[in-house]
């Protein structure tokens, strides 16, 4: 079983309908403990969709976010197969990495991103950012569905990870 250090840090997401990745981004600034980072208004500042400037996605998010603090490099990366996917996530969470998940909702490809913090062959636990209560929040997954999920639904497809991380 690989189990994130540190991972119960309660992170809201305040925009429910487009605020995921600026939430869970926020939350691998805190699980860091960065230093030099506004967090009171993270969320609203890197929420591109909301602010008419593009949708969000980890790729437009984590350019805007390592444009404001150079310090934290990011990297999205794409999977072929549930079980692809979910050993790479395992390795980092092994390494005390945070990642975040892009988990596909419904067969329509309905996505939500959620940190990962525990993982073993059976469970997958994630952070679903939506309670202050950091218990309510933290929701456990079968492994074998969200691998069978990413390789029938569409969407889901990827991770975002620190490629870079100092402050």
Known sequence: MAVLSNHEICV????PRTGCIPAGVEWMFKWRGAKDVIFSDFQER???ESQGIEGNSFYSVSRAVSSAYPDFKFQDRPFSTGKEKFAFVEGLIAKDQPCLLSLTKSPAGTCHIVPLVEIDHDIVKVLWLNDE???KQTISFQRCRLEYIHDNWPGGKDILFFASMAG
């Open 133 to 135: 209560d950091i218990e």
């Open 12 to 15: 809201l997401q305040k925009d």
């Open 46 to 48: 890197f929420n591109l």
